[in-house]
């Protein structure tokens, strides 16, 4: 009788000492999901850029079509209303584009959420960036790699 006892004083001791464990990792766990930093409000408001470029590998010489979107995010996102607009091709030609907007009002001012245009590449591997810029610092950015190949009998198109 007394070993049966000794047994289920150590049985308890050990589920409690178990039941403490798990209490400890949960109450640790808890604390550390609460410690992550929360986002800045300007982060969740803030549209995501990508760019994407069709097609993506082309003969020479190859009209490809870029699209830049921005996605998510407030409609009114100060930084990305009436900015400029800067494509630098990777082939050593770049062009920008600013538009005549009215003055931003919050809440009311709505940004333009893509950009889509044609640009011919001759042979070669380019990467494309896609910058919206506000008094000369870049706002937001996204890149696409083009391949393009020479086209018919190694020529390069002209």
Not at 32 to 58: F, N
Not at 121 to 149: C, E, P, Y
Request: hydrophobic share 35%; net charge positive; with cysteine.
């Amino acid at each position: 009788m007394i070993k049966q006892s000794q047994r289920f004083a150590r049985a308890c001791v050990v589920s409690v000492v178990a039941l403490m464990a798990v209490t400890t990792a949960t109450a640790f766990a808890s604390a550390q999901k609460t410690d992550k930093p929360t986002p800045k409000d300007d982060d969740s408001k803030k549209p995501r850029l990508s760019l994407k470029a069709q097609p993506v590998v082309a003969l020479s010489p190859a009209r490809i079509v870029l699209t830049a979107e921005l996605a998510g995010g407030a409609n009114d996102f100060e930084d990305f209303y009436c900015a400029t607009t800067e494509w630098d091709w990777g082939d050593g030609t770049q062009s920008e584009s600013t538009a005549d907007c009215s003055p931003y009002e919050a809440g009311k001012s709505e940004i333009k959420r893509r950009f889509t245009v044609e640009h011919v590449f001759r042979a070669g591997q380019f990467r494309v960036q896609f910058r919206l810029k506000r008094r000369d610092k870049t706002v937001g950015s996204a890149g696409v790699n083009i391949q393009v190949r020479p086209g018919l009998n190694g020529q390069e198109g002209r």
